[in-house]
T-cell receptor, first 112, second 115 residues
Framework: DADVTQTPRNRITKTGKRIMLECSQT?????MYWYRQDPGLGLRLIYY???????NKGEISDGYSVSRQAQAKFSLSLESAIPNQTALYFC???????????FGEGSRLTVL | GESVGLHLPTLSVQEGDNSIINCAYS??????FIWYKQESGKGPQFIID?????DKRQGQRVTVLLNKTVKHLSLQIAATQPGDSAVYFC??????????????FGSGTRLQVQP
C-alpha cells in the first residue's frame, strides 16, 4: 500500500462546484503539503502544514482552502471550482522542513 | 517569477551517454536542494539531495554539483538508460515570501533517451 494516498485519483466537475481532494499518510510525518502541477510550470505550492495547528499559504493559495483533520490527513478544497484550476494535484509529506518530500500518486482534476 | 529554474526544457541523449541537467536558483538563503524524477503518470520521486555546505554528492549513477557562487545546480546521470527517461525537477528549500522553509520547484527538464 502507498505511504501517501490521494483520493480521488481523477475527477471531472463543473464550474462553481465544491471539490475536496483528500490525502492520508502512514509515514507518521508532521509536515504535509499540497502542490499543483501544470504543463511547463512544474510544481507550485498551494498550502503546507507543519502540524495540525500550523497551516501556511504557499505560492498560489487563492481559490483554495485546506483542513488538517489529524496528523495523517490533509485535505484540499476548491469552494467554487473554475476551469483554470484544471490541473494535477499532489499531496506530499516530509519528516523535517528541509528533508525529502514523499509524494502521492496525484489527483487529476478537470473543471468544465 | 520563479526562484528556481532550468536552462533546457528538453534534453535528448543517446543510451549509454552521460546526461547533465542544469538548474539555476536565485535565493542565496537556500541551504538544501533536491533533485526529483517524475515518470509519466506518477508522482515525483527523490533522486539525490545536497546541502549548501557541500559542493558535490554522488549516488548510484547520479552526481549532484552545487556552485553557490553562481547559484547553479546540476544533475549528472552516468551511462544513461531508457529507464532514465522522465521529467527532472530541482527544488530549493527556502520560501522567500514567508521566510518559512518549504520546497520550491523549478519547471522541470524532460530527458529523452534515444536507443
Amino acid at each position: 500500500d502507498a505511504d501517501v494516498t490521494q483520493t480521488p485519483r481523477n475527477r471531472i466537475t463543473k464550474t462553481g462546484k465544491r471539490i475536496m481532494l483528500e490525502c492520508s499518510q502512514t509515514k507518521g510525518h508532521d509536515r504535509m503539503y499540497w502542490y499543483r502541477q501544470d504543463p511547463g510550470l512544474g510544481l507550485r505550492l498551494i498550502y503546507y502544514s507543519f502540524d495540525v495547528k500550523d497551516i501556511n499559504k504557499g505560492e498560489i493559495s487563492d481559490g483554495y482552502s485546506v483542513s488538517r483533520q489529524a496528523q495523517a490527513k490533509f485535505s484540499l478544497s476548491l469552494e467554487s471550482a473554475i476551469p483554470n484550476q484544471t490541473a494535477l494535484y499532489f499531496c506530499a509529506t516530509s519528516e523535517t522542513a528541509t528533508g525529502e518530500l514523499f509524494f502521492g500518486e496525484g489527483s487529476r482534476l478537470t473543471v468544465l | 517569477g520563479e526562484s528556481v529554474g532550468l536552462h533546457l526544457p528538453t534534453l535528448s541523449v543517446q543510451e549509454g551517454d552521460n546526461s547533465i541537467i542544469n538548474c539555476a536558483y536565485s535565493n542565496s538563503a537556500s541551504d538544501y536542494f533536491i533533485w526529483y524524477k517524475q515518470e509519466s503518470g506518477k508522482g515525483p520521486q527523490f533522486i539525490i539531495d545536497i546541502r549548501s555546505n557541500m559542493d558535490k554528492r554522488q549516488g548510484q549513477r547520479v552526481t549532484v554539483l552545487l556552485n553557490k557562487t553562481v547559484k547553479h545546480l546540476s544533475l549528472q546521470i552516468a551511462a544513461t538508460q531508457p529507464g532514465d527517461s522522465a521529467v527532472y525537477f530541482c527544488a530549493e528549500n527556502f520560501r522567500p515570501d514567508t521566510g518559512r522553509r518549504a520546497l520550491t520547484f523549478g519547471s522541470g527538464t524532460r530527458l529523452q533517451v534515444q536507443p
